[in-house]
């Protein structure tokens, strides 16, 4: 949010002007921070630590960008979908062992062990992967696309964390895939108008699909948009081709003023897991 990905110089510049310049973002802008471009795809690990013990969800990949093809500002998140075909087993297990347990170790080490749901946010760079940022909650999208997955019980799983139980566990996880498509309102992540009623919901859970709250709110009887994020879609399938098929049919029959989707969740994986077959 706020943060500007970019190869051309003019654009950092002008960034830079609108927030230091401009006041765009008020005092948040006073200071900019200029950090190293990190290359390859984006990918996210939760993890279920209980102080000690490090037991990770299977990858996902969420979308920052507001617009198809990575174009327009970052967001909190346009859609995700899990697992990752740029993040295999191997290079979950690097990003368990490189990056979470050690950080987990440190915690501990500092007298002030994390329990709960670890987040990192990576990329999975031409030299490895990179750390992008930590989260002390599950992720947002990506976690609307995890646990329709999930087979184990979240609740045990929770409760093996704050009891300081949580070695022996493994996570199930079903084969199919997930894809969750995030509907946010017109004009988002910039100013943008609420307060618009809100149909479809009942017609599009009638396919199968989950449908979770973020930017909703009751105005007496009628549901309304009450944030720029406002609704994710998430649907199940045997491969990609089939959950994104079913995720955006949901999708459509949802509906209120200055509804805006990115039409390319998962578009990626899709291809992927056509040139493996």
Same mark, same amino acid.
């Given at each position: 949010k706020g943060v500007v990905v970019t190869s051309d110089r003019d654009e950092a510049l002008e960034a830079i002007d609108e927030r230091m310049v401009q006041g765009k973002y008020g005092e948040a802008g006073s200071i900019v921070v200029?950090?190293? +471009?990190?290359?390859?795809?984006?990918?996210? &690990?939760?993890?279920?630590?209980?102080?000690?013990? &490090? &037991?990770?969800?299977?990858?996902?990949?969420?979308?920052?960008?507001?617009?198809?093809?990575?174009?327009?500002?970052?967001?909190?998140?346009?859609?995700?979908y899990s697992p990752v075909p740029a993040c295999p087993p191997e290079v979950l297990d690097q990003i368990v062992g490189e990056v979470i347990e050690p950080l987990v170790t440190a915690t501990a080490a500092a007298g002030a062990p994390f329990v709960g749901a670890l987040y990192a946010g990576l990329a999975l760079t031409t030299k490895g992967p990179r750390v992008i940022e930590f989260n002390a909650r599950f992720g947002d999208p990506e976690t609307q696309a995890l646990l329709p997955r999930l087979e184990s019980n979240l609740a045990e799983v929770c409760m093996a964390c704050a009891s300081g139980e949580l070695d022996g566990t493994k996570l199930q996880w079903s084969p199919e895939r997930c894809v969750s498509v995030v509907l946010a309102s017109g004009g988002y992540p910039e100013k943008h108008e609420t307060g618009f009623e809100i149909t479809g919901i009942e017609?599009?859970?009638?396919?199968?699909?989950?449908?979770?709250?973020?930017?909703?709110?009751?105005?007496?009887d009628r549901l309304v948009t009450s944030g720029g994020r406002v609704l994710a879609v998430s649907a199940?399938?045997?491969? +990609?081709? &089939?959950?994104?098929?079913?995720?955006?049919?949901?999708?459509?029959?949802?509906?209120?003023?200055?509804?805006?989707?990115?039409?390319?969740?998962?578009?990626?994986?899709?291809?992927?897991?056509r040139n493996q077959a």
């Open positions: 200029i950090e190293e +471009f990190l290359d390859g795809q984006e990918t996210s &690990v939760i993890a279920f630590t209980d102080g000690s013990k &490090v &037991v990770a969800c299977e990858p996902a990949q969420d979308y920052k960008r507001v617009g198809d093809d990575d174009a327009g500002p970052n967001t909190g998140g346009m859609g995700s017609a599009a859970e009638a396919t199968g699909a989950l449908v979770f709250h973020a930017g909703t709110a009751m105005d007496g199940l399938g045997s491969s +990609f081709q &089939v959950a994104r098929s079913r995720a955006y049919d949901a999708v459509s029959k949802i509906h209120f003023q200055g509804r805006h989707a990115r039409t390319d969740i998962a578009v990626r994986a899709e291809l992927a897991e």
